[in-house]
């Protein structure tokens, strides 16, 4: 299998079919988890999945985005009370090693129905065509992640996101580079400043490309989880989830 099929298959079993034994079978037993509330290894999932089961919970996929021996699921979980609430998106990343999901990231955010811009946090264009295009793609977001976000050339916004059409996720942030630009004054004059400090995974697939950056909400330390469409050099379209990053985990691990 692919590590496409093989992240795919191993949702499927722990959220799907609540299987244990095909969970074994796909997950490494050294299963390294940067979950917050999960402890690391394989075993402590094998042995919630019959309180997931119990729990009602479901998992609907929107994306999936794989590079190599990373692969991206940009999801919703329903009944997710075990996770926290009772509908969340999330972002998880995993990396597959042979054969079997050897790590695991993930991001979950509350779901938001009323939103800024009208959109829901988890529609929006799902093909991944211009494939040809990945490792420029790529780049481009790169050098957005190094200038805009992370705040060295933050005027060359336009040479990144799109002046005519920017389709917008988040749900307090509107359409188009005038919604961002005023999302972003008002989250500053509100204390809750958005700041990026480093960005250790970066995952591109033709038209899309996620990335995974540590950073500050404010002065608390925030996971930034974010997804990005280009169209002909530029991005137009974005969705993304934000949580807190807690001093304390079940390992040492740590978020990233």
């Known amino acids: ?20 034994a095909k969970a074994q079978s796909l997950l490494a037993t050294d299963y390294i988890q940067h979950n917050v509330g999960v402890p690391t290894g394989a075993e402590p999932i094998i042995g919630f999945i019959p309180a997931l089961k119990e729990s009602g919970i479901r998992c609907t996929i929107h994306r999936v985005i794989c590079e190599g021996d990373l692969v991206v699921l940009h999801g919703t979980y329903e009944n997710a009370q075990a996770f926290g609430g009772d509908t969340l998106v999330a972002f998880d990343v995993f990396r597959v090693e042979d054969g079997k999901v050897a790590e695991h990231w993930d991001n979950l955010q509350p779901h938001v129905t009323q939103t800024a811009s009208g959109h829901g946090m988890t ?75 480093r960005t250790p995974l970066i995952v591109a697939e033709g038209n899309f ?46 978020k990233f």
């Open 1 to 20: 299998m692919t590590p496409r099929e093989i992240a795919l298959s191993a949702v499927q079993a722990i959220f799907a079919d609540f299987d244990q």
């Open 123 to 197: 529609d929006g264009a799902a093909d991944i065509k211009d494939l040809d295009k990945t490792a420029s793609n790529k780049v481009l977001i790169e050098g957005f992640v190094r200038e805009v976000l992370q705040g060295r050339a933050p005027e060359r916004v336009t040479d990144y996101i799109s002046t005519t059409h920017y389709t917008q996720h988040n749900p307090l942030v509107a359409d188009g580079l005038d919604g961002l630009g005023a999302a972003m004054q008002a989250f500053a004059e509100a204390g809750q400043a958005m700041t990026y400090a």
């Open 209 to 254: 490309v996620f990335t995974a950056s540590e950073g500050k909400l404010g002065e608390i330390p925030t996971a930034f989880f974010d997804l990005f469409r280009i169209e002909d050099g530029k991005i137009v379209e974005h969705w993304d989830t934000l949580s807190t990053i807690p001093d304390d985990m079940p390992h040492s691990n740590g």
